[in-house]
């Protein structure tokens, strides 16, 4: 079993950065790759980020290339998403996940959700 809690989201304003945290939890941890994903209100959950513990490994989706990036701290087994320049079209909720395959963006490939932290970014 995997256990996720997400943490660090709140209002800002457009322009500014954010940081995200997810605590993973469980002696298989190591063993499964990590993603974040969002949730706007109305519309369907999607992929941004993932890595792997060992080396760091990331992969981006394309919306949010050059403004997030996910890293992780494996002694902490704690995975952030940095957030800069920050629209008010990231919105969202926002999701840790645990995948037994690593850096993939389909959500049907993660076993593991945290709770969600909101994160909502005014103009």
């Known amino acids: 079993q995997v256990q996720l809690v997400e943490s660090g989201g709140g209002l800002v304003q457009a322009g500014t950065s954010l940081r995200l945290s997810c605590v993973a939890s469980?002696?298989?941890?190591?063993?499964?790759?990590m993603g974040w994903f969002r949730q706007a209100p109305g519309k369907e959950r999607d992929f941004v980020a993932a890595?792997?513990?060992?080396?760091?490994?990331?992969y981006h989706a394309d919306s949010v290339k050059g403004r997030f990036t996910i890293s992780r701290d494996y002694a902490k087994n704690t995975v952030y998403l940095q957030m800069n320049s920050l629209k008010p079209d990231d919105t969202a909720v926002y999701y840790c996940a645990a995948s037994k395959m690593y850096l993939t963006g389909s959500i049907s490939a993660y076993e593991y959700w945290g709770q969600g932290t909101q994160v909502t970014v005014s103009s």
């Open positions: 890595i792997t513990w060992s080396r760091g490994s990331t």
């Open positions: 469980g002696r298989t941890v190591s063993s499964y790759g």
